[in-house]
């Protein structure tokens, strides 16, 4: 039962060695820029190349910065840990904003804005340091807001997983496809997990594959949709290895024995790094000429006589009316909205969420809006962390591995094990903080969050318990209660519940197609796939690693082939 998860350990302390994340985004720490100087825009701005020190979110490195006398020539970065799906794409875009419009206070990147601000801040100080203007110091006007009107066969909004399979398929079912992403750096959720596609062995692990579903659903998960999707996720795994994707190994996941979990990697044998799905699928999209848009959000979807004709959008820049003859919702879930957490999902509240920060919950909204039916169920997609202000994921698996968990007093919790059944028993425990205990053998596991200040090392349980501030006798029960901590030295580890996504959302049927909340029907001209359409899939508690992604794969592919073929005669 815990073999992935120590499997998971064993690969994220190796990949935290390595300097690269298992989670490329991480929690946002508050950070505040350096207050800006006051410069002397009489003397001139002094032509040559200056230097500083940005405050990576990976660690330190140094960038230098080269002006004439009246604009910025050049930015170039020094080595660094930021991770180039996500932190290092944030650094070269804000490279090119700074240079085209001669300023360092341009846009953050959304989806990477602790990296851009420390970025930004550097970038600054360089600036001052060359004396320059104030101009070069502050943001630019803001641009004249403009109207646009884009014409398309099918539209997709949201470019994670669930929005590429959708795209690449419309396309290639002879579509016009647009897609837009409302953040600067596309990938959305997938592109800051660790790349696991789940997926049926063969055809006869198929029906093996839904009971296993419908056991951890305890039976309350839509059989009709998890079957197409076990049979499916075959066809899955195929597609992405057509695109190049390459697989480290294949292991079991959550409660099952078999090996259905499969770990991407890159060609240099990174992995557990979601943008070995994404970067493929991004390319496999654009070579299709599907119109990548970011930075555009989706509002509002456009309902004429019942049916969805297109969605409003907006940027920075402008406001969207896109005519689409359907579309393809893939907005992620919402686990990072306080919101609609208390309201669709109170079991969560509080959690910090490890998935996509643009993970807010637009696409569920307006699928409600225009008439779509939901379904709740009360989960969430549960995890551990040590402390959300951990840059490195490699850190937080000493939360998710610990031997057994007590509460902050030292009362026993549970016994490790697979991490959604732990997110459920410490959710079922009442508390908000916990304790992951190990002996010598969790060493590794342990070692990291203590050096962070997150935890206690002690050679007795005594001394244990006195460090932490734990009861002595509730920590020996919990020892007594725990075969597998038998050697000195003993560790006690912050442990906190987290969340990777979400449950809950509109309903769809096995074509992806959006159910009606009035009749049951599809709502013609509307399909959505991945988190914001995951109801029928889980009951409380997330089955297995690798799950989420490979549902959003297999029904997108679904939905933007449906949609192509309805644009046919639409």
Partial sequence: ??????????????????????VEQQPQPQVEEEPETEVQPEEGMKAGTYTAVC??????????????????????LGDYKETEAVGGKALKIMTERMIEENTAEVDLVSGATVTSMVFRSAVKDCLTQANAPQSMLTAPPLPQVSEKTVDTDVLVIGGGAAGFASAISAAENG??????????????STIVSAGIVYGALSEDDVPKMVDYYMERAEQKADRDLLEFYARNSIDTIAFLEGLGVKWMMNVPAGTAPEPRAHFSMHDDGTFMIGSALINPMEARARELGVEVLTGVKGTELIVEDGEVIGAKAESKTANYTFNAKAVVLATGGFDASEELKEKYSPVAVGDFPLSNKGNVGEGLIMGIEAGAATEFKGGAIGF????????????????????????????????????????????????????????????????????????????????LAELSGMDVEKLQDAFDKTEALATAPYYAVVVKPATIGSMGGLKINTRAEVL?????????????????????????????????????????????????????IR
Avoid at 557 to 563: F, H, I, L, V
């Fill in 1 to 22: 039962m815990k073999k992935l998860c120590l499997i998971l350990a064993l690969i994220m302390l190796f990949v935290t060695a390595c300097g690269q994340p298992a």
């Fill in 55 to 76: 405050h990576g979110f990976y660690g330190d490195f140094d960038i230098s910065v080269t002006v004439s006398e009246s604009e910025i020539v050049d930015i170039q």
């Fill in 175 to 188: 579509a016009k496809v647009t897609l837009i992403e409302k953040q600067d750096i596309v990938g959305g």
């Fill in 384 to 463: 551990q962390i040590v402390d959300g202000s951990l840059p490195n994921s490699g850190y937080n698996a000493s939360a998710m591995n610990a031997t057994a968990f007590v509460k902050k007093d030292g009362t026993f919790v549970a016994l490790g094990n697979d991490y959604p059944i732990n997110y459920t028993n410490l959710k079922a425990s009442g508390e908000k903080e916990f304790y992951g205990l190990y002996d010598a053998a969790g060493k590794d596991n342990a070692e990291p969050a203590l050096e962070k200040g997150f935890g206690f090392k002690a050679d007795t349980v005594e001394e």
């Fill in 516 to 568: 009606a909340e009035a009749n049951n029907e599809p709502i013609t001209g509307l399909y959505a796939a991945g988190e914001v359409a995951n109801p029928g899939f889980y009951y409380q508690e997330y089955p297995a690693s690798g799950s989420s992604i490979s549902l959003s794969i297999t029904y997108g592919r679904e939905a933007g082939k449906n949609a192509a073929e309805l644009a046919k």
